[in-house]
């Protein structure tokens, strides 16, 4: 019997295209504005064996925000206006919030920065592999800035 974190992992490896397109389709405002403005974002991935309570999502991000549903149990958020470090605090404020409805299911995360040189396609891809590594290693946090 499959494992609850392989059909996770296999779900996003099968789809893997699919995801990074429908997530690049809806950046595109986001990088206007960071190339013309330097305005960052932030990309959070939310993936459950469960579904994720979109409506919660939604009554939570600003009207700037923007949710990206992939499958009924998997979502990309994209915090406007978050740097890295705002951008780790939204996702872990969301996290808190979706984590109740799920009933104890495992849920995963992988968040990246548009701060500094970003490129969409390779940051998206870096998402849903950090999202992959967050699965495979069991680490269901949103993770730490580092500390100088």
């Known amino acids: 019997m499959e494992s609850m974190k392989t059909k996770l992992i296999n779900q996003i490896n099968e789809n893997f295209g699919k995801y990074q397109e429908e997530i690049l389709k809806h950046l595109e405002e986001y990088s206007y504005r960071k190339q013309r403005y330097g305005i960052d974002y932030t990309i959070a991935l939310y993936i459950s064996s469960k579904e994720i309570p979109k409506d919660i999502i939604k009554s939570y991000i600003r009207c700037t925000d923007r949710l990206i549903p992939l499958d009924a149990n998997f979502v990309a958020v994209i ?17 808190s919030l979706i984590e109740p409805e799920l009933f104890e299911e495992e849920i995963y995360l992988g968040v990246v920065s548009s701060h500094g040189d970003f490129d969409e396609k390779g940051s998206v891809r870096h998402a849903l592999d ?7 290693s069991g680490c269901n946090d949103v993770p730490k800035l580092p500390t100088a």
Request: aromatic letters at 8%; a negative charge; proline letters at 0%.
């Open 79 to 95: 915090f406007d206006f978050a740097d890295e470090e705002k951008g780790l605090k939204a996702s872990e404020n969301l996290l």
């Open 130 to 136: 950090l999202l992959i590594e967050s699965i495979q």
